[in-house]
């Protein structure tokens, strides 16, 4: 029981000490989460609209801005992992769209 009461207690620690202030940390915390659950249903909006294909092309997409923007916003360093990281998400993001422009190249090609 005891350890449950110090767990609780981490939160309202963490919100004393930011910088900002605790109602400035409260903020952050609920801007997060609303965030988080507007890109989830985003997410799902696209597969359900479109197909998951997208919405994971979509996903890939985005984690390139996400990395870059953690270096420039967060002044994160911007090690090797994130680099490959970066570099494997562009190229299977620049791969998925020049494969279906030949294929869009195929279909104009063969009238159907």
Do not use: D, H
Request: proline content about 3%; aromatic content about 12%.
């Amino acid at each position: 029981m005891e350890t449950a009461t110090i767990n609780n207690q981490k939160i309202p620690r963490e919100a004393k000490v930011f910088q900002l202030g605790e109602a400035s940390y409260y903020g952050v915390i609920i801007g997060c989460a609303l965030l988080w659950q507007c890109f989830f249903m985003g997410a799902v909006g696209v597969i359900s609209c479109a197909s998951s294909l997208l919405s994971g092309v979509l996903i890939a997409a985005l984690l390139p801005v996400t990395e870059i923007l953690a270096v420039l916003i967060f002044s994160e360093k911007f090690q090797v992992e994130k680099g490959i990281a970066l570099a494997l998400s562009v190229w299977g993001f620049i791969s998925y769209f020049y494969g279906e422009v030949e294929e869009k190249k195929k279909k104009n090609r063969s009238p159907e």
